[in-house]
């Protein structure tokens, strides 16, 4: 009998143990797996990113910060990207002809000529507005890659080709009451067309 107790007494000390060991094992486990979960939002973003998609950005009051929110999100940046590709070439080509257009207005002047670089102007500035806000207000990615990229000379170029849009429509606006204005104009016109252009070409490099 006093086998049996003993017996018994061991078995349940045991499983006691072993019990004991498995529940601290698998509060470490859970542990680990929380301190291993991935961060949703990289450490660095644009100041408009992180407004509109940042951990108490402005979509978060109706898409809380959750893994199957992020999935989606990157889907959508993808989306916005590509499109934010597009709309950049397309103001890429439009340069390349209010690039024609003002070298004929400088040779031979004309209203038409002049209402047609206008308009032209108009239309470059909406593109390449609407291109920048697609890339601005695009959501983050998971994680931002170190080292140079060509990603990363595209947005350093945007710096270059913002401020030579920004000096052309400010010449432009000046030419007429001061002339001598237009080589400047011409001269800031085509910094930014070479921006854009390295800028498209960079995103070909990884």
């Keep these: 009998m006093k086998i049996i107790v003993f017996g018994l007494w061991l078995t349940l000390g045991t499983y006691s143990f072993c019990w004991?060991?498995?529940?601290?094992?698998?509060?470490?486990?859970?542990?680990?797996?929380?301190n291993q979960l991935p961060d949703l939002l990289p450490s660095k973003m644009l100041f408009t990113q992180r407004a509109v998609w940042g951990s108490r950005g402005l979509v978060r009051n109706w898409r809380p910060l959750t893994i199957q929110n992020r999935q989606s999100e990157l889907k959508i940046r993808r989306n916005m990207l590509?499109?934010?590709?597009?709309?950049?070439?397309?103001?890429?080509a439009g340069m390349?002809?209010?690039?024609?257009?003002?070298?004929?207005?400088?040779?031979?002047?004309?209203?038409?000529l002049k209402n047609s670089h206008e308009n032209m102007a108009l239309g470059i500035n909406i593109t390449y507005t609407t291109a920048a806000l697609l890339s601005l207000t695009a959501p983050p990615p998971m994680v931002r890659r170190k080292g140079f990229s060509g990603v990363k000379l595209h947005r350093g170029l945007?710096?270059?080709?913002?401020?030579?849009?920004?000096?052309?429509?400010v010449l432009a606006r000046k030419i007429s009451d001061n002339p001598s204005l237009k080589p400047y104009?011409?001269?800031?016109?085509?910094?930014?067309?070479a921006a854009m252009t390295v800028s498209v070409v960079s995103l070909k490099f990884k």
Excluded: C
Aim: hydrophobic share 45%; net charge positive; glycine share 10%.
């Design 185 to 193: 104009h011409r001269a800031a016109a085509y910094t930014t067309f």
């Design 20 to 34: 004991a060991q498995l529940t601290q094992t698998d509060t470490l486990l859970a542990d680990i797996g929380v």
């Design 82 to 92: 590509k499109i934010h590709r597009f709309v950049g070439l397309t103001t890429l």
């Design 96 to 112: 390349v002809g209010q690039g024609f257009l003002g070298a004929k207005l400088y040779r031979n002047y004309s209203s038409s």
């Design 158 to 169: 945007a710096i270059l080709h913002l401020s030579g849009m920004i000096a052309t429509n």
